[in-house]
């Protein structure tokens, strides 16, 4: 037996069959500055398309990880000059998945996660 011992322990073990929201219930959010993670990652701004991308996997993560965070691209949405009516278009590109659901699809760990909390930029006057 080569000085190895030889033992067995009996163990018992309850699984109980709980079901927890792929949502969290913690309802607070964590700051998250897209731009600085990308010069993080490639050392300085690349352009505008990997910002979104690294935006997006850093949001997705967060998500399976039951974390919601906010800031992202850093880029408020638009005001028109002498407008009153915002435009809502690369806002709702950018968070719109994340906070109504569809971020994660069904083949995803947490599928129709969101999240709880958001912040809003206002845009500089």
Do not use: C
């Not at 691209?73 to 659901?101: C, H, N, Q």
């Amino acid at each position: 037996m080569n000085g190895e011992l030889d033992h067995s322990i009996p163990v018992t073990l309850q699984v109980w069959n709980l079901r927890y929201s792929s949502t969290s219930s913690l309802k607070t959010s964590f700051g998250f500055n897209g731009t600085a993670a990308l010069k993080e990652h490639y050392g300085r701004y690349t352009n505008d398309r990997d910002l979104a991308q690294l935006v997006r996997l850093y949001e997705k993560s967060a998500l399976l990880h039951r974390i919601s965070i906010h800031g992202g691209r850093m880029v408020a949405p638009r005001i028109p000059a002498g407008g009153s009516t915002i435009d809502w278009k690369d806002y709702d590109a950018e968070a719109g998945r994340f906070l109504d659901g569809t971020a994660l699809s069904i083949s995803d760990p947490l599928p129709g996660a969101s999240a709880t909390t958001a912040d809003l930029r206002i845009p500089q006057g």
